[in-house]
């Protein structure tokens, strides 16, 4: 699928990455050009979809559905400026859904209110909307936000186009700009969250991946609300967006957040930078402004990883120490860049985001540090990492090139909710220092234990575990540990380990909070692994992957509430050992969705496997509505 493909120049080029065999691949391009499209088709124009607007009767589902579950739930008054509104609408879904979820937030069934949207919407005709018209539409939805949630969208701005944007992340840079107010029993970043959460609700920001509690991880912008978010910012001086300097002279006056897109070019020096608040830089342009100039900068984004630099000329990106109201930095391709030594002046700093191997030395002495994320590894920490009180999330504490007494300083760090630990067999590792350390962890939510060249040491133990520990990764630990059955808040567990039996599977089995289970193996012990009935409560989510294939089993009861089940299938040989199919997946009962990735060396071993699961899947009772994706390697 190559979605929005805006010329015929592009499809040339990416054409040529296709082989032309007449074997029945198939190829779907999206576009809102025509011309586009019949490149595409190679003249074949029956090829050619136009997408229609929805019927009125699909207009009127999902209309209705959006306030009131279904049409027969809508008061009677209300249906004919109903009416009147979808005719404005002109069958296109985003407009529906952003009237209809602007309807629904305010919770007001009075007829007089919805004529005022109904007129708010001026002379917009239902058909053939234009841009401009479609932009007065959503507008509407944006001119009821609060004052408060108006900022917050806009400053989904300050990402590029089709971007995957995290939750964590978008809620820390609303906090660093100052946007979210503090309220008496709450922190900023549980109020953010809920700021979130009503751009989400008021489909202004489309969920992308979401969790099992259905909660919105990564978010993306429909481009016709980023269009709309672009011109806002423009005409209130929100954010300038520096692509063409033709084409933004007159915008440069003073900018407040600037997204810097610039490749090859310099903005000219009479460009007021001191009010600047954000600045962007995702496209890796290396001729940014002296950061001397940036006076009140708050947030400092720079992506450089795919710049191409002299090891002579990197980057010079030491004058951030002297930026002191920075409260995020966030930097990757800090191979690129020569960072500052010390930033102890910069005391608002809440977050800081870097992949480079080495750390300013003075970091400790940031009172108001929350946030430390090194994505390099081997991780260099500093010594006096304890006193770094206030820290909440740690990416990575590397116990491999870490002194004893900092090991010991990880146990200071009683506010952390969020640890990445890089461990392994080690003479200069004291496993009982690791273990007293994590142990005073009391507020720890997510842990990620990581291994890289040997197995993680079974002296590693969370016993007590921290209470409030609800997801927990390992990857590459001998066998399950027996201290997991006492995580009873565990939710989500990740693990590798070398060796699985049925006792293993029994310890896992009675976590009475898992939902998300992904388990991977090196080799079984025994010739099939049974999930018995009542294991796995209210697991919703199973991902297993192994390396000697053994039987799975699913007995009568077993988890009752899967939805999503995801597992490998070794073809080599099928003929051999057809054995090797899952059995039971007729007692998945709440199955949605299942994923198999079939490894084969010939397309017969490929076709018998592929019919053998599909067999199985068919015995379910529900298969007609699970969803099946099948991948063959």
Known sequence: IIDDLWDVSAWNIIKCAFPE??????????????????????????????????????????????????????????????????????????????????????????????????????????????????????????????????????????FLEDSEIYRHELVSLWVSEGFVSKAHGQNQKQIAISYFNELVNMSLIQPAQVDMHGSVLTCKVHDMLLDLILYKSAEENFITVVDNLEAITGQLQKPRRMLFNLDGATLPRDVNMSQVRSFANWRGSTNIPSLAEFKYLRVFIADFSSSSVDDNRKIDLTGLCKLYQLRHIQIEGCDNCQLPTQIRGLQKLETFDIDGSCIPMDIFHLPCLLSLHIFHLPCLLPEGIGKMKYLQRLRWFDTLHTSIDS?????????????????????????????????????????????????????????????????????????????????????????????????????????????????????????????????FAILKRFVVYWTIMPQLTFEAGAMPKLQSLSLPLNARGWKKDESATPTGIEHLLALERISVGIGSDTESEQRSAESAIRSAINMHPGHAHIKIDIQCY
Request: charged share 20%; net charge negative.
């Open 21 to 158: 065999n007449n074997l029945g691949s198939r190829l779907i391009v999206t576009t809102r050009i025509k011309t586009v499209a019949g490149a595409c088709c190679f003249g074949y124009h029956e090829h050619i979809l136009e997408m229609k607007p929805l019927s009125e009767e699909d207009s009127r589902k999902l209309f209705f559905g959006r306030i009131f579950c279904s049409e027969e739930a809508c008061p009677g008054q209300l249906r004919d400026v109903s009416v009147e509104i979808l005719k404005k609408c002109g069958g296109l879904p985003l407009a529906i859904i952003c009237i209809s979820s602007l309807l629904a937030s305010e919770r007001s069934y009075q007829k007089e209110r919805w004529k005022h949207v109904l007129n708010s919407l001026g002379s917009v005709s239902g058909t053939n909307l234009t841009l401009e018209a479609m932009r007065q539409i959503l507008n509407l939805s944006y001119k009821n936000l609060p004052h408060h949630l108006k900022t917050c969208f806009l400053y989904l701005g300050m």
């Open 407 to 535: 090991i010991k300083g990880l146990g200071e760090l009683t506010n952390l909710r969020l640890l990445y630990l890089r461990t392994g067999f080690s003479e200069d590792v004291d496993m009982d220092v690791l273990n007293s350390s994590l142990a005073k962890l009391c507020n720890l939510e997510s842990l990620n234990v990581f291994s890289p060249d040997s197995w993680i040491p079974e002296a590693l133990t969370l016993s007590p575990p921290p209470p409030n520990l609800m997801g927990l990764s390992m990857m590459r630990i001998s066998r399950v540990p027996n201290w997991i059955e006492e995580l009873h808040n565990l939710q989500s567990l990740h693990i590798t380990v070398d060796k699985l039996n049925n006792d293993d599977v029994g310890i896992l089995a009675g976590l009475p909070a898992l939902m998300d289970l992904e388990l991977t193996f090196s080799r079984a012990l025994e010739e099939t692994i049974v999930i018995y009935g009542t294991a």
